[in-house]
């Protein structure tokens, strides 16, 4: 079974994180979503809220699994027995940064192997970042988010 880790934070998934996640399915008979913690990052959305998102996003395969994980990523792949880690790419400074992160893990793990994945052109200025930024000054993200991300935090406004 080819098994990969899609990891991230996640804060919030956004239709180029699923553009990727949907493509990946392709390659790949079971992608587990690692909502991972970055030091460098504060969340806006707990853990548990993204995870739930996520669920009903692809509640009906059960090709995707998703769980929140601590410490190295590569740690975190040979507990789940993902050999693959899956990226998504939108400009050349994201390849730049990913590959560093691809060739220090394959420094410290060379089993597990990184796919890096363009994202469709049509998600490639998506970043949850400025998303956040949208959401957080109460304008529209619609175009940015899925439908499952949408109504979650139209019930966390209420």
Not at 8 to 19: A, N, V
Not at 105 to 116: D, K, Y
Not at 145 to 155: D, T
Request: aromatic share 10%; with cysteine.
């Amino acid at each position: 079974m080819r098994t990969c880790l899609f990891p991230g934070t996640f804060d919030p998934i956004t239709l180029g994180h699923t553009d990727i996640i949907n493509r990946g399915l392709d390659l790949f008979d079971r992608l587990v979503i690692g909502i991972g913690v970055n030091s460098s990052k504060t969340p806006m959305f707990k853990p548990e809220e993204r995870i739930q998102w996520i669920r009903n996003i692809y509640k009906e395969d059960a090709r995707v699994e998703v769980t929140f994980y601590e410490g190295l990523t590569v740690d975190f792949c040979k507990k789940i027995g993902a050999r693959y880690i899956l990226r998504g790419i939108r400009y050349v400074s994201d390849f730049e940064y990913e590959k560093a992160i691809a060739d220090v893990n394959r420094t410290v793990a060379p089993e597990i192997e990184t796919i890096l994945l363009s994202t469709s052109p049509q998600y490639s200025s998506i970043a949850s970042t400025l998303v956040r930024d949208i959401y957080r000054y109460g304008g529209d993200v619609t175009p940015f988010l899925p439908a499952a991300v949408l109504e979650g935090m139209q019930n966390r406004k209420q």
